[in-house]
Nanobody, 124 residues
Framework: QVQLLESGGGLVQAGGSLRLSCAAS????????MGWFRQAPGKEREFVTA???????RYADSVKGRFTNSRDNAKATVYLQMNSLKPEDTAVYYC??????????????????WGQGTQVTVSS
């Protein structure tokens, strides 16, 4: 059993910053990738960023240069630093875990476990 808990969401003005966290509990994996996806109302869930167990990262073009994905393996936690936020970043943000993989996946079907999401709202 693995549980993922996102935190750090909230309301911020355009141009501001937020830092999301995702902590894993219940089991320990020696090799795993973690990803972030987001879903706006009425929209499909989309890829945001992912990070491998040794720190290789991938970013969607829409967030590249503004968001930074990092991890603390000792705490089994990943962080998403979001800067220069835009209203179009408004969504529920989900973290996900994929065990036993070297390269960070970019599609939903490739992940094994999901958190319940945290709301990010960016006002104009």
């Amino acid at each position: 059993q693995v549980q993922l808990l996102e935190s750090g969401g909230g309301l911020v003005q355009a141009g501001g910053s937020l830092r999301l966290s995702c902590a894993a509990s219940g089991r320990t994996f020696s090799r795993y990738a973690m990803g972030w996806f987001r879903q706006a109302p009425g929209k499909e869930r989309e890829f945001v960023t992912a990070i491998s167990w040794i720190g290789y990262t991938r970013y969607a073009d829409s967030v590249k240069g503004r968001f930074t994905n990092s991890r603390d393996n000792a705490k089994a936690t990943v962080y998403l630093q979001m800067n220069s936020l835009k209203p179009e970043d408004t969504a529920v943000y989900y973290c996900a875990l994929r065990a036993s993989v070297e390269s960070p996946p970019t599609t939903e079907i490739q992940y094994d476990y999901w958190g319940q999401g945290t709301q990010v709202t960016v006002s104009s």
